[in-house]
Structures are given as structure tokens and as C-alpha cells.
């Protein structure tokens, strides 16, 4: 089992021929994702590794349906992109680009609550439900994603996309599986965030256990113990918290937007005093996660 999309899911890719949809798009393909579309303005009739290209969205899915889009855009485009799949039907929005206006997001995500859809980014690489579907970048090329990741019953979430691979492919190497591995986004402003994600994962029957991989910065982590203490959560879960450096150096900014600690808000220590309150089991080192998930399952 899974949560989000499964080896049914239909995915059409919106700017589908720039250079790294291209090469996102043929990762999917040999993963055995169902790519059925590519939409590029001016683009109509060519066709990527097989995949018919369309001027819109609405002539995508003439002949076509679809659950699930990635959207690699330029940043400017990306309200526009969303907006036109949103009102094409379209449940499952990933938006890998980089560098989208914050507003652009509060107003895609304001349209897919009403919509009943979820969006997973910007600055994402997307998700992976080990040996189903792929959508987006996780993971990378296929002969890297087979040796990272598993089926099994953990899941991931990380703000990190790299770290996304890196944790399943520590929890690979020591016989542990994964049921659906997210990559968030690591802008100030995403969709699904682990708040959202919580709940979802408790309720799906594939999924044993949640691992998350946190940073400094933000205060979804400081919500999310306070959901874990006040709501009944089946899942046991683990989270590594990186930067613990940053606590020293206020105000620095780095990797990602949303990676920035003013003051006592958004700290590593905080995070983890919060977490352990909540009895959320925290990691002091990544191969930790490995003893305790070990001991939880």
C-alpha cells in the first residue's frame, strides 16, 4: 500500500520539453510510471520518448485521463501551469521548478483546497512509492533508484530531496523497506507538509512506520508535536534534525529558502526539545535511524 498514487496513477508532464523534463520524463517511463502526456505551448504534435506532446492541458486530456501532473516551468509560469491542471480535473500537482513567488503558491494552494487536489512542492523533487510509480525527480536515474530504494513499510519525508534517497537507501542496505518516500519542497511556502502528510500515512494500512528529515528553520515541526500529543497517532515516528550548527548562527541562511532561524524561532535544539516531549524518537546520528526503527516495528 500507498498514499497519493499508485501503479495506476496517470501523469502528464507540463513543460514537458525542457532539458530536464526530458530527462525526468524518460527516469518515469523506465521506472514504469504511466507518462501519458507532455503539454509545452507552441509544442503541440512532437512527442517525448514516445509521449505525445499537446498545446494545453485541455487537449492533453481530449483522448486521455489523468490523476497526476509535475510541472517544470519557469518560475513565472507556474500559477499559470497549476492553475490550468487544476481546473482540468487534475487531483495531484508536483511542482519541481524553483523560485516561485510566494504569492503564486498561496494562490495555487488556496485553488486546490477548494479543488479537493494536493500539491506536493515547489522546489521538490516529487515522490516515489518503491518499484510502483515515480513522479518527478526522487530518486534520480532508474539504475540508481533500484539499488536506493525498496517496497517495504517505512515512509519518508524529508525537506531535503537528496536526503529523501539517502535515507531510504541507509534503510535499503539494512533490509528495511519503504512504502511512499515525499520530498516536500525546501521553499518558506509548500503543499503537503508534514502536518498533512501525518495523517495520511496513520490512516494507510501499508504504512509501519514514518521517518522524517527535518532542518532548522520554520515551525511546521513545532505543530507537528503538538498534533502527535494532542491526536492519537498510530505510527511510531523518527526524525533526524540537521543543522544543529545553525543554532549557533542566527539569521544564516543556506541550502534552502526555508532554511533560515530568527532568533529562538525555528532552531534545531527547539525542534528536538519538542519532539522528545511529544515522544517522537529522534536520531542524534542518521545511522541511528536504522536502531530505532528496529526497536519501534
Do not use: W
Amino acid at each position: 500500500m500507498a498514499i497519493l498514487a499508485d501503479e495506476n496513477t496517470r501523469i502528464i508532464v507540463q513543460g514537458i520539453t525542457g532539458r530536464e523534463a526530458v530527462a525526468f520524463t524518460k527516469d518515469m517511463i523506465d521506472y514504469g510510471s504511466k507518462v501519458v502526456a507532455g503539454v509545452t505551448p507552441g509544442k503541440g504534435g512532437r512527442s517525448v520518448y514516445g509521449v505525445p506532446v499537446f498545446d494545453t492541458v485541455y487537449e492533453a486530456l481530449q483522448g486521455e485521463r489523468a490523476d497526476a501532473t509535475v510541472i517544470s516551468v519557469p518560475p513565472a509560469r507556474v500559477k499559470g501551469a497549476a492553475l490550468e491542471a487544476l481546473s482540468n480535473g487534475i487531483k495531484l500537482l508536483v511542482i519541481v521548478a524553483e523560485r516561485v513567488p510566494r504569492k503564486d503558491t498561496i494562490e495555487i494552494l488556496e485553488v486546490a483546497r477548494e479543488r479537493g487536489a494536493f500539491v506536493i512542492g515547489p522546489n521538490t523533487l516529487g515522490m516515489i512509492n518503491p518499484h510502483t510509480v515515480k513522479i518527478g525527480m526522487a530518486g534520480g536515474p532508474v539504475k540508481n533508484v533500484k539499488s536506493a530504494y525498496k517496497p517495504g513499510s517505512v515512509a519518508i519525508a524529508s525537506r531535503s530531496g537528496g536526503m529523501t534517497t539517502e535515507i531510504a537507501n541507509l534503510l535499503t542496505i539494512h533490509g528495511i523497506g519503504q512504502s511512499t518516500c515525499i520530498s516536500v519542497g525546501g521553499d518558506p511556502v509548500v503543499g503537503l507538509n508534514f502536518l498533512d502528510l501525518i495523517p495520511l500515512f496513520d490512516k494507510d494500512p501499508g504504512t509501519e512506520a514514518l521517518v522524517l528529515f527535518c532542518e532548522p528553520g520554520g515551525v511546521i515541526e513545532e505543530r507537528l508535536s503538538e498534533l502527535v500529543t494532542s491526536r492519537k497517532i498510530r505510527l511510531p515516528i523518527v526524525a533526524f534534525v540537521a543543522g544543529r550548527f545553525v543554532d549557533r548562527m542566527p539569521g544564516v541562511r543556506f541550502g534552502h529558502a526555508a532554511t533560515i532561524v530568527e532568533g529562538e524561532k525555528g532552531t534545531a535544539a527547539g525542534k528536538i526539545e519538542r519532539f522528545r516531549k511529544a515522544g517522537i524518537h529522534v536520531a542524534e546520528r542518521l545511522d541511528d535511524i536504522v536502531s530505532i526503527l528496529r526497536e519501534v516495528l
